[in-house]
Every structure is written in structure tokens, then in C-alpha cells.
């Protein structure tokens, strides 16, 4: 059974950094492309970030230069790290194997940017 | 970017009735669209692909229409546990995937 797993989510302070993990079973994840999507509370979905099979990644421009999204083989999960981070970066943070569609999702972790 | 549009933000409708959802693109996705059903405290979950094909496992109450920049989602007989939110989201032109904002299905 397909599953992902988040986890590291929390409470930072604005200029604050956090990472992400999501942890991946049922299938290897160097075999699909994996992506991070958020949702800020009571709004709609952002694509955020994509590692893609053959290693290289892309961002949203809302994201770019402060998230790095990576991938351990070995553990079978992708990070994404999140520096600077803005109180507008407030969300949900899932993630989820995406080709064209978004097929399989986890369950999610809460990043809340406060002061 | 492509930005998605939805209509209406909410709607509001009893058990059994048939309902249908609008979408709109800001450029033609020839049929690379999904619709997503969210329910309150879960993921998505992806209910149709290519504009009109349900995913696996999804009701055949739910179709899917369109082409090019419109498309609707229809669900012929609302059923208690089709109260939810649903997003658009297109894969024509990507990255960024783009998705509307949402249309909310509430009871009436």
C-alpha cells in the first residue's frame, strides 16, 4: 500500500527554519516525482515544490531561493528545508507523489510562522 | 502561469440533488485538467484526471466535462458524504501546477 508520512512541522519565529520530512512506503520514491503542496488555514492548495526522477528540482516563485527540496534514497523520503521563513508561509504542508495529477497524498504537517 | 477559476465560491444544496461545478483557465489546457474533493481535516483526493476519466475507486455519480478553457464537474445525486470542497488543477503547462480557489459544497 501506498502511503507518505510528514512530520517536522511546528511553532517558528519569522526568519526562522524548518524541514520537513516525508516518509515513503509502498513504493521507492527515485520513481516518482515527489511534491510538496501547502494550504494556509481556510484557503486553497499552492504547489510549493517538486523533486523530479532524474534528480533536479523546481519551485514556486514564492519559495524560491529560501525552500531546498531534497531526497535520501536510502531512507526512502524527501525534505524540504525552509529558511527565512515569513509569517505568509503559515500552512499546511503536504506532500505527494505528482507526475501530472496529484495521485497520492499524506496526511500533512502544520508549519505556523508566529512571533 | 496559467490561474485557475472557480465558480461559485460556495453552493449551497440538499441530498439528491444533481450539482455542477465551473472551471475556467486563464489558457487552453486542451483536456489537462483534475478535479479534487477535500474534506474537512484531510488531503485532497483526486477525482478525475484528463478533464473527464474518474480516478480509481470514484463514485460514478462524479463526471467530468470540458475543453480548452472550460470545464465543469458534475455529481448527479448528492450523497451526505459529497459535502466537501473541490479544486481544479491544471497540468498542461507546468511547473508551477496551478489549482482554482475552490468551490465549497455545503447543505442547504
Known amino acids: 500500500e501506498v502511503q507518505l508520512v510528514e512530520s517536522g512541522g511546528g511553532l517558528v519565529q519569522p526568519g526562522g527554519s524548518l524541514r520537513l520530512s516525508c516518509a515513503a512506503s509502498?513504493?521507492?520514491?527515485?520513481?516518482?516525482?515527489i511534491s510538496w503542496v501547502r494550504q494556509a488555514p481556510g484557503k486553497g492548495l499552492e504547489w510549493v515544490s517538486v523533486?523530479?526522477?532524474?534528480?533536479?528540482?523546481s519551485y514556486a516563485d514564492s519559495v524560491k531561493d529560501r525552500f531546498f527540496i531534497s531526497r535520501d534514497d536510502l531512507k526512502n523520503t524527501v525534505h524540504l528545508q525552509m529558511n527565512s521563513l515569513r509569517v505568509e508561509d503559515t500552512a499546511i504542508y503536504y506532500c505527494?507523489?505528482?507526475?501530472?495529477?496529484?495521485?497520492?497524498w499524506g496526511q500533512g504537517t502544520l508549519v505556523t510562522v508566529s512571533s | 502561469e496559467i490561474v485557475m477559476t472557480q465558480s461559485p465560491a460556495t453552493l449551497s444544496v440538499s441530498p439528491g440533488e444533481r450539482v455542477t461545478l465551473s472551471c475556467w483557465a486563464s489558457?487552453?489546457?486542451?483536456?489537462?485538467l483534475a478535479w479534487y474533493q477535500q474534506k474537512p481535516g484531510q488531503a485532497p483526493r483526486l477525482l478525475i484526471y484528463?478533464?473527464?476519466t474518474r480516478a480509481t475507486g470514484i463514485p460514478a455519480r462524479f463526471s467530468g466535462s470540458g475543453s480548452g478553457t472550460e470545464f465543469t464537474l458534475t455529481i448527479s445525486s448528492l450523497q451526505s458524504e459529497d459535502f466537501a470542497v473541490y479544486y481544479c488543477?491544471?497540468?498542461?503547462?507546468?511547473?508551477?501546477?496551478?489549482f482554482g480557489r475552490g468551490t465549497k459544497v455545503e447543505i442547504k
Open positions: 505527494a507523489i505528482s507526475s501530472t495529477t496529484f495521485d497520492h
Open positions: 509502498g513504493f521507492t520514491v527515485s520513481s516518482k516525482y
Open positions: 523533486f523530479y526522477i532524474d534528480g533536479s528540482t
Open positions: 489558457r487552453s489546457l486542451s483536456t489537462n
Open positions: 484528463g478533464a473527464s
Open positions: 488543477q491544471q497540468y498542461n503547462n507546468w511547473p508551477p501546477w496551478t
